[in-house]
């Protein structure tokens, strides 16, 4: 079983800087490639961002894809999301996930149900 955990959500005007933390509980962390995800009022949730069990492959939803990098630290058990340039059109519950399974590609990575556990969501608030 593992354990998700977010943190660095909060109220930002746009352009703002926020980074998202997810700590992970456990000693298999390096083998998972993690996601994230959010969800605005209203909406479905969507795919953001992912990474590789290994690191060096990233994946970026378009929308996010230049001002939004994902990356990892295996040694924290921690997967990072580092939002520049925030718009009022980024303002969402965020998650991360993670999975166990060595798929790979874009659509695999952006696939919710490919994951097998998720965090309880981080709230960002973008206003303009």
């Known amino acids: 079983q593992v354990q998700l955990v977010e943190s660095g959500g909060g109220l930002v005007q746009a352009g703002a800087t926020l980074r998202l933390s997810c700590a992970a509980s456990?000693?298999?962390?390096?083998?998972?490639?993690m996601g994230w995800f959010r969800q605005a009022p209203g909406k479905e949730r969507d795919f953001v961002a992912g990474?590789?069990?290994?690191?060096?492959?990233?994946y970026y939803a378009d929308s996010v894809k230049g001002r939004f990098t994902i990356s990892r630290d295996n040694a924290k058990n921690t997967v990072y999301l580092q939002m520049n340039s925030l718009k009022p059109e980024d303002t969402a519950v965020y998650y991360c996930a993670a999975r166990v399974d060595r798929c790979s590609g874009y659509g695999c990575y952006a696939s919710q149900v490919k994951y097998n556990y998720w965090g309880q969501g981080a709230q960002v608030t973008v206003s303009s």
């Open positions: 990474i590789s069990w290994s690191g060096p492959t990233l």
């Open positions: 456990g000693r298999t962390f390096s083998s998972y490639g």
